[in-house]
């Protein structure tokens, strides 16, 4: 039994104890090679708590009714006692800024601490999206930046008309990104200094591209296809974009006919906040899980070397359980997946792995099983996303403990069907199946910019390619409506089936206003 | 590197910009909502703020998203009895199957079709009197000299020691300090150089005695120096507070009700409610508002708030009996000069044939030339009777300041309180 110093006892904290606690983690976490931007560790009230998940933990934003929206439910479920406010939020930024709120208690402080400023903060400084995608010493100041130009729209053009421009860019603001291409990351300075640049290129760009007489179409597309109604093959040039575009607010801003300059530079500020959100999204499971295997991993040293009281332990062991507890499917509590039960688990199970290798291991993870758990742990945090890392690492024995099973809903059959459950020939289905369910593609409808007419009616032409025949949902129709109004001319979307073939089609503005005008 | 910074006394409330953007977009739903509150509130709780809902479908942020339908795959935790290759019904509802993993789970509480949030108070009466306006809201002259504030006006010599203002009495004590002591130091430095010069001189030459009383002299001026006191009651200085006069507004608002045995329930609890409208204007447009029922059948009698609304009477109506005693409680507490003088009068429009006339007499010549604002409710979905003919001979004579309206029913309390305080243009 070693002999117990904590350095704190009791529920109360001050700024001196965070401090020493501080550093004895800042020393553990350098024994686990935990790479970590500096910290800087907010303390903010209650009230602030709710202002900051408000703005979706940004610390500065523009304004926008939405965020007043979000920050009335916010309000309303805590005050109400439906929702205890997350004791953290943690901002990927250089230095990576972390909020403790003030009523947190002693053990509280100490976990956030582990949790946000060594669990998450290692991650947004190792994980290769987070390094791809966000920059994240330049994210304050194009913050400040993004702030202060919509400010300045407001000022010229009205809070109104920022306003329906914020809307419409949010409806496809998940459409912003580039999946598979590089980005160049943000930077404010960069930003300012180009701006101006950029509007008058832009600008000519766009006019090239939408000048009334059309360059000569070239003689041999002229004789390929001769289309009766159209002798002169003038409608029949080449596709424009020649190959779909995905990142939907990219498109718009470049080749949307109507836009003024600063209505471009506003999509680039939604394009831009929405790329830096999108690691984000493809790395939850990973990024909590992490999280939660390091706060768990510290504070369990911290009670070896006897700096922690068993009271404090006591307490944290009942908080960690409660945040990685996944109910069953037929709980009430129920609510899918609790990212953070399964990240912790495949993590812990990947330094077990390492640590006592059984049979199973040795033959599903033969590069893993046996060797060094730190190093294990690191290569995957540093590697993957939730898609790939459940791909990878999701073992037989995590999904035995979880009791984990695939239904399968086609509308085609009366029944659901079982079709795996935790056995042998279950696990490789379920592990492929629950992998491809992280997949963002898999979770937001696959929509591309198919064509633009930029010789007719100057229409816009979207195509979804519909995943096991899933339709989309009715909300497709005020989306096309925003659409609508950025492009400033007719936009149609297609939903194609695996084949090609066009299973419906959506318009706006809607065909019977159409057909009246004719 | 690490390091700590206490927000916690940054300003708070940084999402108050958002929120009012949010409040002023869905103007028009949530005035439903306040005023749909108005009507089925009890009066006790007028004074907090609302819930208010709205249909999420309304406010909704919409993005692309997979609907139900097709084929799905669903992974979930927890299998307690299946096996592979078991069929299972659907769920009721149909495509909802089990719900696993789709698109995140709402932090908003599940299956919520209402979007709720609370309105202030402030807010809430914001809306309720939004675009209204109080009918010759005219200040009255200096009020009673007793509604008086205590204003900052300098400092002064005199005071308690509460209100000791430590800065200006520190620099007192240090100019006093530095004038007295001023001649000491001087004569003392003056005894010393002349003591330094004695005893410079040779042996021989020294005059002891000069020495002995030099130095007499330089302890007695060392001590003198020292009993300079450091403060002194004469540096005192106070902050001075003097008591200033305020322009204030007073009103008195009458209420005025029939509760003869024609008024029913219904009746009253509508009257309630226009009066408590009125009151809560009021209440926001004057510093200090007093209310004055007056209740009556065939006579009148002031009451407190309780008795006016709960109590019962039965008996005929003599409307007059009212107006008098309102008549008599403005002359004897209410001076015109000092007051802002309302009435509101709700009756279901029953009244003795002949009294009529009296009341349009006393209206005319002895109310009206002394009040802001005269509003009569008429609760009633039949014909009018003669009283409302005869005010409305009194209308046509005050049409700025007289108002008369008809309610049928509860729902019409908010409309017509809008109408008769609405924002009057400049004509």
Not at chain 1, 27 to 42: C, F, H, K, S, V
Not at chain 1, 426 to 436: D, K, N, P, V
Not at chain 1, 501 to 511: C, D, I, M, S
Not at chain 2, 33 to 57: L, Q, Y
Request: proline share 5%.
């Amino acid at each position: 039994m070693i002999r117990r110093k904590p350095i704190a006892t009791g529920s109360d904290w001050s700024f001196e104890v965070l401090e020493a606690y501080e550093q004895e983690l800042v020393r553990l976490a350098d024994e686990y090679r935990l790479d970590t931007y500096p910290n800087q560790i907010e303390i903010i009230t209650t009230e602030q708590m709710m202002d900051a998940y408000a703005s979706v933990g940004m610390p500065v934003g523009y304004h926008h009714w939405s965020f007043g929206k979000q920050f009335l439910a916010v309000e309303q479920a805590y005050r109400r006692g439906q929702m205890g406010l997350a004791y953290e939020l943690v901002i990927n930024s250089d230095p990576c800024i972390a909020y403790l709120m003030e009523e947190n208690t002693l053990m509280m402080q100490v976990l956030v601490m582990a949790h946000a400023c060594y669990g998450h903060n290692s991650f947004f400084k190792g994980n290769y999206l987070f390094r791809t995608w966000t920059d994240a010493s330049s994210i304050i100041d194009y913050l400040v930046f993004a702030r202060k130009y919509v400010a300045e729209c407001e000022e010229r053009h009205g809070v109104t008309a920022v306003e329906q421009l914020l809307d419409a860019c949010h409806a496809l603001q998940n459409y912003g990104v580039d999946r598979y291409k590089r980005p160049s990351p943000i930077s404010a300075e960069e930003e300012m200094r180009r701006q101006k640049e950029r509007e008058e290129h832009l600008q000519a760009q766009v006019n090239t591209l939408w000048r009334t007489i059309p360059g000569p179409v070239a003689s041999d597309t002229l004789a390929a296809d001769q289309d009766e109604e159209d002798p002169l093959g003038l409608h029949g040039g080449e596709r424009y974009p020649p190959e779909p575009q995905e990142n939907l607010l990219y498109f718009i801003e470049k080749n949307a006919p109507l836009l003024a300059p600063w209505q471009r530079e506003v999509v680039r500020i939604v394009r831009k906040l929405a790329q830096y959100f999108y690691p984000q999204r493809q790395t939850q499971v990973m990024n909590e899980g992490w999280a939660s295997f390091w706060h768990y991993t510290l504070m369990n040293r911290l009670f070896d070397e006897g700096l922690v009281d068993e009271g404090f332990m006591l307490e944290f062991l009942q908080s960690h359980t409660a945040v990685v507890n996944q109910p069953p499917f037929d709980s009430a509590y129920f609510s899918g997946i609790n990212p953070y039960a399964l990240g912790f688990a495949i993590f812990s199970d990947i330094k077990r792995m390492c640590e006592a290798p059984t049979e199973e291991d040795r033959e599903w993870f033969p590069d893993t099983a046996g060797g060094d758990w730190i190093e294990a742990v690191h290569f995957a945090m540093r590697n993957f996303k939730d898609e790939s890392f459940i791909q990878q690492y999701l073992s037989p024995k995590v999904i035995r403990d979880l009791k984990l099973f695939m239904v399968v809903d086609d509308d085609q059959e009366e029944m659901l069907e079982v079709a795996a459950i935790h056995d042998d020939r279950g696990y490789r289905r379920i592990r492929e199946a629950l992998a491809t369910q992280y997949a963002l593609a898999v979770r937001e409808p696959n929509i591309q910019v198919y064509s633009a007419d930029i010789r007719g009616d100057r229409s816009l032409t979207l195509r979804h390619v519909q995943d096991s025949r899933r339709p989309l949902a009715r909300s497709v129709y005020p989306v096309m409506r925003h659409l609508h109004q950025l492009w400033g001319f007719p936009v149609r979307l297609e939903s194609t089936m695996d084949d090609d073939t066009v299973a419906r089609r959506y318009q706006w503005p809607l065909p019977e206003e159409e057909s009246r005008s004719h | 590197m690490t390091y700590f910074i206490d927000r916690r006394a940054n300003a708070k409330h940084k999402s108050a910009v958002n929120r009012q953007r949010f409040l002023d977009r869905y103007r028009t739903h949530i005035k439903r909502s306040v005023e749909e509150a108005v009507n089925r509130r009890s009066i006790t709780d007028m004074e907090r703020g609302e819930k208010v809902s709205i249909p999420t479908r309304d406010i909704s942020e919409p993005v692309f998203q997979h609907g139900p339908g097709g084929k799905r795959t669903i992974v979930a935790p927890g299998n307690k009895e299946f096996v592979e290759g078991d069929r299972l019904r659907r769920p009721g509802g149909g495509g909802g199957g089990g719900g696993a993993g789709e698109g995140g789970a709402s932090n908003q509480g599940e299956g919520m079709d209402e979007f709720a949030f609370t309105l202030s108070r402030e807010e809430f009466l914001d809306f309720v009197f939004d675009g209204l306006e109080l009918p010759h809201l005219e200040r009255k002259a200096l009020v009673d000299l007793d509604e008086v504030r205590p204003v900052r006006a300098g400092v002064s010599k005199e005071g308690v020691p509460a209100r000791i203002n430590i800065v200006r009495s520190m620099r007192e004590a240090y100019a006093r300090r530095i004038a007295m002591r001023a001649p000491i130091r001087r004569a003392l430095r003056e005894a010393r150089e002349a003591l330094a010069e004695e005893e410079h001189k040779d042996p021989v030459l020294r005059n002891p005695s000069r020495i002995a009383e030099l130095k007499a002299e330089i302890e007695r001026l060392e001590k003198r120096l020292e009993a300079v006191p450091f403060i002194d009651t004469y540096d005192l200085r106070y902050n001075n507070l003097i008591n200033q006069p305020q322009p204030s507004s007073k009103a008195v608002m009458f209420c005025v009700m029939d509760v003869s045995g024609s008024m029913t329930q219904g009746h009253k609890d509508i009257a309630k409610r226009f009066f408590l409208l009125l009151y809560l204007f009021l209440e926001r447009n004057y510093e200090k508002v007093e209310l004055v029922f007056v209740r009556h059948h065939t006579a009148a009698k002031e009451v407190d708030e309780e008795e006016f609304f709960y109590s019962r009477e039965t008996g005929g109506t003599i409307v007059s009996s009212a107006l008098t005693l309102v008549d008599e409680i403005i002359a004897k507490r209410y001076p015109p000069g000092q007051w802002n003088l309302y009435v509101a009068q709700a009756s279901d429009g029953d009244n003795w044939d002949d009294d009529s006339v009296n009341c349009r007499e006393l209206l005319m010549k002895s109310l009206m030339p002394r009040l802001q604002y005269f509003t009569y409710v008429e609760i009633t979905p039949h014909a009018h009777q003669a009283l409302w003919e005869e005010y409305e001979t009194v209308a046509a004579e005050f049409p700025d300041r007289f108002a008369m309206r008809q309610i049928v029913e509860a729902g019409d309390i908010y409309p017509v309180f809008r109408d008769l305080f609405r924002r009057r243009t400049a004509t």
